[in-house]
């Protein structure tokens, strides 16, 4: 049985607000365990950016709806900013991961790196 990431990119639209906006659109991420590995050290044996941190009290709507469908098959629930990703080397990126850097590439040029993440979990 594999193991898959279920993703939302979020943005923080204002400084001094505590509000984070959920992309609305689904963020598919093929499953790839070197990526898993070094979000969250799931399912490989890179060094992650972090152990998984939990669900920020922050976190967007969207994004805990999608937890609460899941129920207890979720689990390593983390989140990343675009600075801490932007760290990685991008060679080993494979398509999907590309594609959803890129969309937060673009949201950091606006906002600001430290407002945009990436807040995620996988299940079995």
Same mark, same amino acid.
């Given at each position: 049985?594999?193991?898959?990431?279920?993703?939302?990119?979020?943005?923080?639209? @204002?400084?001094?607000?505590?509000?984070?906006?959920?992309?609305v659109r689904d963020i598919y991420i093929y499953r790839s365990y070197w990526?898993?590995?070094?979000?969250?050290?799931?399912r490989g044996d890179e060094e992650p950016?972090?152990?998984?941190?939990?669900?920020?009290?922050?976190?967007?709507?969207?994004?805990?709806?999608?937890?609460?469908?899941?129920?207890?098959?979720?689990?390593?629930?983390?989140?990343?900013?675009?600075?801490?990703?932007?760290? @990685?080397?991008?060679?080993?990126?494979?398509?999907?991961?590309?594609?959803?850097?890129?969309?937060?590439?673009?949201?950091?040029?606006?906002?600001?790196?430290?407002?945009?993440?990436?807040?995620?979990?996988?299940?079995?």
């Amino acid at each position: 049985m594999g193991c898959d990431i279920h993703a939302t990119i979020e943005v923080k639209k @204002y400084k001094d607000d505590n509000f984070w906006l959920g992309e609305v659109r689904d963020i598919y991420i093929y499953r790839s365990y070197w990526l898993f590995s070094i979000l969250a050290g799931v399912r490989g044996d890179e060094e992650p950016i972090s152990k998984p941190r939990g669900v920020p009290e922050d976190a967007s709507s969207e994004y805990k709806a999608k937890l609460e469908d899941w129920g207890g098959g979720a689990h390593s629930m983390s989140y990343v900013y675009f600075n801490e990703l932007k760290e @990685y080397p991008k060679k080993d990126f494979d398509y999907s991961t590309e594609k959803f850097y890129q969309i937060m590439e673009l949201y950091a040029k606006d906002f600001g790196d430290e407002n945009v993440r990436l807040i995620f979990f996988f299940d079995n």
